[in-house]
């Protein structure tokens, strides 16, 4: 009986159970490692020489506006007992600022990946299932119910904090404000506003009364369904804005997308001149010490300003060059030694 446990529980006597596929075991000697370091070491340095220069030519003109020092113009607007301050910030612009140009926003010390902020949201009532609209999910605690137990929409940490300064473009020109156009569309990821979101359907034709028995989070100066009252196919969950804020940062210190400027007079950049950008500030990030800052930016086809990425290449390809030419040098001694000896 022993002898026949012990063979019902041996593997299949197969090759692969048994271990007798053919297999490649090459040998590492000195004619292939040291070529295949160099071949590898001159191919990084090649791209992060590509990377550094491209870099070098994407142009960023980045602007804080924290209001942090009495000097700064939007110093008056600091303090949660301010509403409704408006504060520009003038910059010029020596040639033209080749296009597209992308405007963003950064802000600092901002923890979006902190965890219990990460999954403090309802993705059912994102994706527009009205039923949890009135039965929002414990998750968004402490931002399920209102102070009347009414059910907040969106609820959760995430929307509650959505960054909702408003910002508008002039360039002056004649002494008069010519508006920049600032497109705020597009700017969203492809899957959060074609699968991961969605807009619940209209109620006797309205939109509004979808939201019928909610509030708006105890931050929003306005309900979901008019974010935008002057397009209706970027409102609701479907706000491109608000789309990219509920798409959490890695890092404490990043930066969001808020628009292009990519049309009329524009669509080529912005042409050399004088600037101004008028600031609607409302939302308050000293009392954690964080700063916030405007910048626009150009891309290329590595996408934005990126110094990091080419450096990094840059290193590691001197890196193998230099362990190339370490390992062609104790080769060289020691393989011309041994044939002295052998003499």
Known sequence: MKAESETSNRPDNTAFTQQRLPAWQPILSAGIVIPGFTLIGAAFIGIGVALFVTSQKITVLETDYTGAKPTDSCFQCTGYAVENCVCYVNFSVSS????????????????????????????????????????????????????????????????????????????????????????????????????????PAPVNGSFAKAFTGTVKPMNWSVPAYDLDPTDQANNGFLNQNFLVWMRQAALPNFQKLYARITEGDYSQGLPAGNYSLVINYSYQVMSFGGTKKVIFSNVSWMGGKNQFLGIAYLVIGSLCIVMAIVMLIVYAKYKFTDDDDDI
Do not use: H
């Open 96 to 199: 033209l600022f080749q296009g597209p140009v992308f405007f963003y926003y950064g802000l600092s010390n901002y923890y979006q990946n902190f965890r219990t902020y990460g999954v403090s949201k309802d993705g059912y009532q994102l994706s527009g299932d009205t039923y949890y609209f009135l039965n929002p999910q414990s998750t968004c605690s402490p931002y399920q119910y209102d102070s009347n137990n009414m059910p907040i929409v969106p609820c959760g940490s995430i929307a509650n904090s959505m960054f909702n300064d408003t910002f508008k473009l002039y360039q002056i020109v004649n002494g008069g404000m010519k508006q920049v156009p600032l497109d705020r569309k597009g700017i969203a990821w492809w899957t959060d506003y074609n699968i991961k979101y969605g807009n």
